[in-house]
Structures are given as C-alpha cells and as structure tokens.
C-alpha cells in the first residue's frame, strides 16, 4: 500500500522558517517525479516545486522561487520542502505528491499525502 506522509508543518511568524518532510513507502518512487502542492481556504490546490526523484532535479513556482528549497533523501525514502522568508500568503494546507510526469497539474498526481496545516502570522 502506498503512503505519503507529511509532518512538519505549523504556525510561524512571518519571516521564519519551517521544513516539511514527507515520508514515502509502499513502492519504489525512483522513476517518478514528487511534488509539493498547497491549498489555501477558498482557493484551488496550486502547485509549489517538484523534484525528479532519481536526479535530484527541481522545478519552482515563481510565487515560491529563492524562498523554498525542496530536497529528497533517498536513502530515507523522504521529499523535504524547507520554507524560508515566509509570508502570510503562503498559509495553506501542503500536500506532498507523486506523479510519472513532468507536470504540475495536481490531476497528473497518482499518490497524495494527508496535508500539512502551515499557518504564517503577522
């Protein structure tokens, strides 16, 4: 049984940091592509970063980039996503994700974490 499962999350000032980690089991992830996703309260889910699961390349939202870092560790089987120079918008519920493809349209995602809530204050 697949399972992606995220911790990490939580209130934090605007400005500090928080990293989420999402633990993946279940099956061999190495040919697919694991992606952070958040949605906020009223809006739809929108994608974050991704990271190609074998070669450790990354793809960034332009709402994101030079802020958020997403990482693998492959030897824990764990996608991380540390979150720096928070802002109040990024408060939002975050998914971690699996896909075949190069995309970030959450439809294309096979496999889906529970969320992790990270609220940002002022």
């Known amino acids: 049984q697949v399972q992606l499962v995220e911790s990490g999350g939580g209130l934090v000032q605007a400005g500090g940091s928080l990293r989420l980690s999402c633990a993946a089991s279940?099956?061999?992830?190495?040919?697919?592509?694991m992606g952070w996703f958040r949605q906020a309260p009223g809006k739809e889910r929108e994608f974050v970063a991704r990271i190609i699961w074998s070669s450790g390349r990354t793809y960034y939202a332009d709402s994101v980039k030079g802020r958020f870092i997403i990482s693998r560790d492959n030897a824990k089987n764990t996608v991380y996503l540390q979150m720096n120079s928070l802002k109040l918008e990024d408060t939002a519920v975050y998914y971690c994700a699996a896909t075949l493809y190069y995309s970030t349209d959450p439809k294309t995602y096979d496999y889906w974490g529970q969320g992790s809530q990270v609220t940002v204050s002022s």
């Open positions: 279940g099956r061999t992830f190495s040919s697919y592509l």
